[in-house]
């Protein structure tokens, strides 16, 4: 089945030109989130005409929008949708698709990010598979992606297993407040403390910050359009200095654990 098969750049297209309809709103959320189906349309087969006409079906995503944003005192007010995209682009750009296809788009209830949905148990977090082997390395990566986009708010919930048939692949959600420019990583994962970050995770790390820093494809110029220029400058700093310091990140002293933990 084709939707089997989609590239990122397929979801993409499908996230933000597909009509939207929104089921309902999700429960536990501080800010409003809703459930949507996205539906092909028009728009959809000309933005993919390599694609066999009916071929992908509508599919279940997560509307943000900015007007549900609950006001933060440390987090420009409105800008939260914008996060969840750069958290997007840039675990895209390092190529470790660890954040699911994520747009910003114009939905029912004005501007906000569109997140493909991701089936999963609820009761699987980071807290029920710690430790083991098979996720050692996305859980590494993990770690490194919320050092370099300053996480504050890393819970154990935000870490989904996607169940496939011959192995499970690990998603992470909820990036609206990361890119601070000062420092405010909080998280639950520091399995990995003092340890060193594996060589061709560091070479990942480099090419990203090139990446950045050349403006290849863009993504330089569309961080610039999400975030301020000081938090791009930020970001930069904080990939250099994982480089350059070649160990996973301990905590140090004050608040480096989200509340609550799930």
Request: glycine share 4%.
């Given at each position: 089945m084709a939707q089997q098969t989609?590239?990122?750049?397929?979801?993409?297209?499908?996230?933000?030109?597909?009509t939207l309809s929104v089921k309902g709103v999700l429960p536990w959320s501080s800010n409003y989130s809703f459930l949507v189906d996205v539906c092909p349309n028009t728009a959809v087969w000309e933005a993919l005409p390599h694609l066999p006409q009916n071929s992908v079906k509508e599919v279940r995503a997560v509307y943000k929008p900015r007007r549900g944003e609950r006001p933060l005192w440390d987090f420009a007010q409105g800008t939260?949708?914008?996060?969840?995209?750069?958290?997007?682009?840039?675990s895209h750009a390092i190529g470790w698709n660890l954040v699911p296809p994520t747009v910003l788009r114009e939905g029912e209830h004005g501007t906000g990010s569109v997140q493909l949905f991701i089936d999963h148990n609820p009761e699987a977090h980071y807290f029920t598979f710690e430790g083991e082997p098979k996720f050692r390395e996305a859980l590494q990566k993990t770690v490194l992606l919320d050092i370099i986009i300053n996480n504050a708010d890393r819970k154990a919930g935000h870490v989904l297993i996607e169940e496939h048939e011959n192995s499970d692949k690990l998603w992470l959600i909820d990036h609206g407040i990361c890119f601070h420019a000062e420092y405010k990583l909080r998280t639950v994962i520091w399995e990995f403390a003092g340890e060193p970050i594996p060589l061709e995770m560091l070479s990942d790390l480099e090419t990203l910050s090139d990446k950045i820093a050349s403006n290849k494809a863009g993504l330089r110029s569309e961080l610039t359009r999400l975030l301020a220029q000081t938090e791009v400058g930020a970001l930069q700093n904080r990939i250099r200095r994982v480089i350059n310091r070649g160990t996973f990140l301990a905590p140090g002293p004050g608040r480096h654990y989200p509340w609550p933990p799930v």
């Open positions: 989609l590239s990122t750049a397929d979801w993409l297209q499908l996230l933000q030109v597909g939260l949708c914008q996060r969840e995209r750069a958290a997007f682009l840039i």
